[in-house]
């Protein structure tokens, strides 16, 4: 059974926008860095966006900073991912994922945790 759940993927014109949710089990969304990562056809997974659980300290990718803005609902243990001005390049299968670090976020993290994943599809 996935421990992080994505939803909010789809297809979107080119300038537009999305909303990236991921809810976790408590024992995660409360002690657990999570964040985003993506892999496009052909392409390695990449660090898109993390937020810490205690401070809400974050981090990004340079290709997103921006035009995302990751954030955490504690009543809902939710994750959120808004993505602004979408561009194809933005096309890939974004990935929840959760890191053990449980201090400041100033750099990508090391999930040992991840979602199943939810396409997300730019046209131009």
């Known amino acids: 059974q996935a421990q992080l759940v994505e939803s909010g993927g789809g297809l979107v014109q080119a300038g537009g926008s999305l909303r990236l949710s991921c809810v976790a089990p408590?024992?995660?969304?409360?002690?657990?860095?999570m964040g985003w990562f993506r892999q496009s056809p052909g392409k390695e997974r990449e660090f898109v966006a993390a937020i810490s659980a205690s401070d809400f300290s974050t981090h990004y990718a340079d290709s997103v900073k921006g035009r995302f803005t990751i954030s955490r609902e504690y009543t809902e243990r939710t994750v959120y991912l808004q993505m602004d001005n979408l561009t194809p390049d933005d096309t890939a299968v974004y990935y929840c994922?959760?890191?053990?670090?449980?201090?400041?976020?100033?750099?990508?993290?090391?999930?040992?945790?991840w979602g199943q994943g939810t396409q997300v599809t730019v046209s131009s």
């Open positions: 408590r024992r995660i969304f409360t002690t657990y860095a």
């Open positions: 994922a959760a890191d053990p670090w449980s201090g400041v976020v100033i750099h990508e993290i090391h999930p040992d945790t």
